[in-house]
């Protein structure tokens, strides 16, 4: 069953703003409509369970926590499990491992995991990005890789690219200035969002740092969302109309600022020299 952020809210009595501080912990995307019951149980729940346990004190740590598990799972998941020898086997006849899988078996998997059909083309891609050879038999500790990689691609939405660094395949890209430059932006754009607590304030901003280039246009998209709601509310609550026109007032009243060009231009003689009426209080 698919669940919205609404629905997160109200099972975990959270704010809007831990449930998307979860979320992106857990690489899941703030600005998505729905997630599927996967990926709360194996993201958002893991995350919240951290919090509840007392392991982690902040989203940050609570992101490094999750992602040095899920590299763990995976390397242990990549060596594999050995099916025990056949009586045909230790006779010394060559059979196929009771769960190997074949290309078709193994795309049937991944789609009825993912809840999307996946093609051979971008079966050959997945592939190659979790490091898995092009063969006709894979082990059942492969196609649990395989499937890994289809989740992440087709649920999460990740790169080629991502997946290979996530299973040790590719380098991460050198985006470092840009990510520098961002996550200046996105700390401007978080100071003038007035709805988050001083708490709050103090975890995102613990928390910027430590995020992905992935994480922080997530986080942006979100605070900018969050900002023009607060302008909108401004100005339909005809508060922008009321301070402005009261800075109005102040300055039409104020004796210093009222000024007149025909009579200025009277009190300035012709040798350049400040007349004594020009002066205030004179």
Request: hydrophobic share 35%; with cysteine; net charge negative.
């Amino acid at each position: 069953m698919p669940y919205s952020k609404q629905d997160l809210q109200n099972l975990y009595s959270l704010s809007f703003e831990d449930v998307n501080a979860t979320l992106v912990a857990c690489g899941l995307l703030p600005e998505q409509n729905e997630y599927a019951d996967e990926q709360i149980q194996s993201g958002f729940d893991v995350i919240r369970k951290y919090f509840n346990e007392a392991q982690v004190g902040d989203y940050a740590a609570a992101a490094e926590m999750f992602n040095q598990q899920s590299l763990s799972k995976m390397k242990k998941t990549s060596k594999g499990k050995k099916s025990h020898p056949s009586s045909e086997q230790e006779s010394g006849a060559a059979t196929v491992e009771e769960n190997d899988l074949d290309i078709s078996q193994l795309l049937a998997q991944a789609t009825s995991e993912c809840g999307t059909r996946i093609s051979l083309i971008e079966a050959g891609k997945i592939l190659s990005a979790c490091g898995l050879p092009d063969k006709e038999q894979y082990t059942g500790a492969e196609g649990e890789v395989f499937v890994e990689a289809c989740t992440l691609i087709k649920q999460q939405d990740k790169t080629y690219q991502e997946v290979a660094v996530h299973f040790g395949m590719g380098q991460a890209p050198d985006n470092n200035l840009e990510r520098q430059e961002l996550l200046k932006e996105v700390q401007g754009i978080q100071s003038s969002v007035s709805s988050l607590s001083s708490t709050q304030t103090m975890q995102v901003m613990q928390a910027l740092p430590q995020m992905s280039l992935e994480q922080l246009r997530a986080i942006k998209l979100q605070f900018l969302r969050d900002l023009n709601r607060e302008l909108r509310e401004y100005v339909n609550s005809g508060r922008m109309q009321t301070e402005f026109q009261a800075a109005a007032d102040t300055v039409i009243k104020d004796p210093f600022l009222t000024w007149s060009p025909v009579s200025d231009a009277k009190n300035r003689p012709l040798n350049g020299e400040v007349s004594q009426k020009s002066l205030p209080g004179s």
